[in-house]
């Protein structure tokens, strides 16, 4: 299934920025997407951001009003990227990078997702 390796991640205060990035190696098959995934602890793992093989994009209802986060990828690199400005406490979870080769993957459900990074963490203080 390949490998898939975030980084990026930290403690950042209320306001400020973050990117992450995740270098993918060794994916086998048409990947439809990659994804941000983010969990806390006793939290189901909610899809943040995905974006498709196409360049379609899809954002969770609870980013969109914010627009402080923006999902994008360099296919020459193999990497995905998340640019997380504005951050806020809630937005502290364990992020991770997923892949799908299902082709409803925009939909950003975790079980269509085959592959994960392990996660980095973001901890964002009032």
């Known amino acids: 299934q390949g490998q898939l390796v975030e980084s990026g991640g930290g403690s950042v205060q209320a306001g400020g920025s973050l990117s992450l990035s995740c270098a993918a190696d060794?994916?086998?098959?048409?990947?439809?997407?990659m994804a941000w995934f983010r969990q806390t602890p006793g939290k189901e793992r909610e899809g943040v951001a995905a974006?498709?093989?196409?360049?379609?994009?899809?954002?969770a209802d609870s980013e969109k009003g914010r627009f402080t986060i923006t999902i994008s990828k360099d296919n020459a690199k193999n990497t995905l990227y998340l640019q997380m400005n504005n951050l806020k406490p809630e937005d502290t979870a364990t992020y991770y990078c997923?892949?799908?080769?299902?082709?409803?993957?925009?939909?950003?459900?975790?079980?269509?997702?085959?592959?994960w990074g392990q996660g980095t963490q973001v901890t964002v203080s009032s």
């Open positions: 997923a892949a799908s080769k299902n082709v409803w993957c925009l939909e950003r459900r975790s079980t269509y997702f085959d592959s």
């Open positions: 974006i498709h093989v196409d360049g379609r994009t899809s954002y």
């Open positions: 060794g994916l086998t098959g048409i990947n439809y997407c």
